[in-house]
Nanobody
Framework: VQLVESGGGLVQPGGSLRLSCVASGFTFGSQSMAWIRQAPGKEREFVAAVSRSSNPYYPNSVKGRFSISRDNTKNTVYLRMNNLKPEDTAVYSC????????????????????WGQGTLVTVSS
């Protein structure tokens, strides 16, 4: 199983980025997917999840600014981030968990089975 993230970088406050994660080695359509971030010196933080049937879920900290989507034909999950703030600076990783339920999302980082290496997002002027 491999999850490869891309799209991170340096962006000014108020800017936008789109992260991508390409998955391989498993049946992508059977996975609930998520983006989870970890800032230096802090615990991992769940930021978005999408079910097998593309239903999204967000914590209040990013709701209205982040948007998760998936393309099962490309084995890819995306995270669109708008109005970025310095506190969004972190390594963003995508993760996957098999589920038999098409609507199911998981909002705890420890619930996920597979992880990518992450891509660094730095929000600074």
């Amino acid at each position: 199983v491999q999850l490869v993230e891309s799209g991170g970088g340096l962006v000014q406050p108020g800017g936008s980025l789109r992260l991508s994660c390409v998955a391989s080695g498993f049946t992508f359509g059977s996975q609930s997917m998520a983006w989870i971030r970890q800032a230096p010196g802090k615990e991992r933080e769940f930021v978005a999840a999408v079910s097998r049937s593309s239903n999204p879920y967000y914590p209040n900290s990013v709701k209205g600014r982040f948007s998760i989507s998936r393309d099962n034909t490309k084995n890819t999950v995306y995270l669109r981030m708008n109005n970025l703030k310095p506190e969004d600076t972190a390594v963003y990783s995508c993760s996957a968990k098999w589920t038999s339920e098409s609507y199911r999302v998981f909002d705890e980082a420890h619930e996920y089975d597979y992880w990518g290496q992450g891509t660094l997002v730095t929000v600074s002027s």
